[in-house]
């Protein structure tokens, strides 16, 4: 049971440290013998547990795209249209202001949009499952374009250096607030 432990402990380690480094350098920039350096250990302990950068790039997205996909899920789940999008926008605000980082290189890195597009932009993806609650059913023009700028606006702002002095409340309600008026949704009281 040690063993495995220390197997997780080393890889979750890897993926921050990768992470970090991908922040820092992009995905491009970021070599596995950087990543191993920053860890303290060896390439071929880096190969133990990825294959390629491709595969560490994918591990470390794929928290965020499984936390999406379940706030998609229980969104889908609301009976009236209203809490459905209330429900998806409250969570992908959240979501985008638990990972900064991440959310910042969805939108700057080629090699973080790579990873992204196997498992975000296909006909069965989180995208357009959370575009179809945003929009609702049979949406005319508009509300597609709102639906679009708000879930674009809120991950470029959300991930954006210029606001990453702003708490995570504060930036939590602006970024809700944002979102609600570019969906018509009534402003929340208290």
């Known amino acids: 049971m040690a063993a495995v432990a220390g197997h997780e402990d080393t890889r979750t380690r890897l993926l921050a440290t990768a992470l970090r480094l991908f922040t820092a350098h992009g995905v491009e920039g970021t070599s596995l013998q950087m990543i191993a350096d920053e860890l303290g250990v060896t390439k071929a302990a880096v190969y133990y547990h990825f294959k390629t950068k491709d595969e560490i790039t994918e591990a470390v997205v794929e928290p965020g795209l499984r936390e999406l996909e379940s706030i998609v899920g ?9 809490a459905r999008i209330d429900h998806m926008l409250a969570g992908f605000v959240d979501l985008v202001v638990r990972h900064r980082a991440l959310v910042a290189l969805f939108s700057s890195d080629p090699g973080v949009a790579r990873a992204l597009e196997k498992h975000f932009f296909g006909k069965e993806s989180c995208m357009v499952g959370m575009m179809t609650i945003l929009t609702g059913p049979d949406p005319d023009p508009a509300r597609v374009v709102a639906a679009h700028a708000a879930v674009a606006g809120i991950a470029l702002a959300g991930g954006s250096p210029d606001l990453a002095h702003y708490d995570d409340d504060t930036l939590r309600e602006s970024l809700l607030e944002v979102g609600r008026k570019l969906l018509g949704r009534p402003r929340r009281r208290g």
């Open 74 to 82: 229980e969104a889908a789940r609301e009976r009236r249209v209203g």
